[in-house]
């Protein structure tokens, strides 16, 4: 790509999913953590994200809908009900906000970027980071952030067959035991950020598409708040930070 060429701005919506339901942890969006609900985190993340032109917050409930006007987030709409449930795709939920604000606005976005509120340590940088690399990165379908695996590398996995015996999961590794510094890397998204070009997302059903970039992120910020024990793991973090 010439790098000489200018560029044009993308046109950017910011998408944060806030489901009311959640069996693992009540209330889960808005948690409490640090002294704040956890979706205050990514919503002050977006209003300080310089390439954001608006993000809102797609919700069934009322409750969370409060909350997050209270932190400066706008909900223009209660998502609909099959976009609410335990089964509904993350993709749908996305699309439904994206033709909403069109059809409010009367105008396209370029990008849409999810940003769910289980991740509560991703900065605004880094929302700005992905959003330069799609600008500069013309070819790219979507930038989404992954994190190393660590010890739970795919060459130590196996399935079980039949019998329970241990079935390799990667069939060409000569040395299942190798040290962990020699794996070769590998990388699994950390729900931190998924930005995606309308075309993709439209014409290609997808947040992550055929061609899509990696932002690699620090493990240490890569906690994604599913289960109980995740949260705590947040708030001994959280705790950590502060007394830095």
Not at 21 to 30: F, H, T, V, Y
Not at 137 to 163: F, K
């Amino acid at each position: 790509m010439n790098k000489n060429k200018a560029l044009k701005p993308l046109r950017v919506l910011g998408v944060i999913p806030a489901r009311g339901g959640s069996k693992s942890i009540p209330k889960k969006n808005i948690v409490d953590l640090g002294g704040k609900p956890l979706i205050a985190y990514t919503i002050e993340a977006a209003r300080n994200a310089r390439l954001l032109d608006c993000f809102i917050v797609s919700t069934d409930s009322d409750e969370i809908a409060s909350v997050a006007k209270a932190y400066g987030a706008d909900v223009p709409f209660l998502r609909p009900d099959d976009l609410s449930t335990d089964s509904a795709d993350s993709l749908s939920v996305v699309i439904h906000a994206l033709e909403f604000m069109e059809k409010q606005n009367n105008s396209l976005y370029d990008v849409i970027i999810m940003l769910q509120p289980t991740t509560p340590f991703r900065d605004a940088s880094l929302i700005d980071n992905a959003l330069d690399r799609l600008v500069n990165e013309e070819y790219l379908d979507s930038i989404v952030s992954v994190v190393d695996v660590g010890a739970n590398h795919p060459y130590r996995m196996y399935s079980l067959d039949e019998n329970y015996r241990l079935v390799p999961f990667v069939t060409n590794v000569h040395d299942p035991m190798m040290p962990r510094q020699k794996l070769p890397p590998v990388f699994i998204r950390s729900g931190d950020i998924y930005a995606v070009r309308r075309s993709c997302l439209i014409e290609q059903k997808s947040l992550i598409g055929r061609y899509s970039g990696g932002l690699v992120i620090d493990n240490q910020s890569a906690i994604n708040i599913d289960e109980p024990v995740d949260l705590e793991i947040a708030r001994m973090k959280l705790r950590d930070l502060i007394d830095v």
